[in-house]
């Protein structure tokens, strides 16, 4: 399939005892269409790094995530009504955290669309944080 060049709009609100932290980035990436669903790629926006995400959107209703190449690699795995022990890398070392997510919405096509991630993140199965991640793609080639 072809990769076409697109921004992708990520917002993601992170909700702790109440409180909300919202960040928003626009990043220049790709989307391409495979027989197995949609992949969204973008290279890092912190300075200096070589990494890149990878966000692979199955038709079968799974997200995967990973951040691949830089300092830090993370994998989240995230399948609605399910909870998965992901491993995050951070300066320390490696942790793992459960993933359990509460929601999937996709609505993508070859030039865009959005796909919504709502999902809990614990520790220890303690649950410390719920997330929602609101991703929208524009493809910039028609």
Do not use: H, W
């Not at 909700?15 to 669903?37: A, L």
């Not at 009504?81 to 300066?91: A, F, H, L, V």
């Not at 809990?120 to 028609?142: E, K, M, P, Q, Y």
């Amino acid at each position: 399939m072809i990769k076409k060049n697109a921004v992708i709009n990520i917002k993601g609100t992170q909700t702790i005892d109440g409180e909300d932290n919202i960040t928003e980035i626009d990043v220049v990436g790709t989307i391409e269409e495979t027989n197995k669903g949609y992949i969204l790629e973008y290279a890092d926006y912190e300075a200096g790094s070589s990494g890149k995400t990878i966000i692979s959107v199955g038709n079968n209703g799974t997200v995967l995530m990973a951040k691949v190449g830089g300092e830090f690699t993370t994998e989240m795995l995230f399948e609605r009504g399910t909870r998965q022990n992901c491993e995050y890398s951070t300066p320390y070392g490696f942790m793992t955290v459960g993933i359990y997510t509460n929601e999937i919405k996709v609505n993508l096509c070859s030039i865009g669309g959005s796909v919504l991630l709502d999902y809990n993140i614990d520790f220890n199965s303690g649950s410390v944080a719920r997330n929602v991640l609101d991703i929208t793609v524009n493809s910039t080639d028609r």
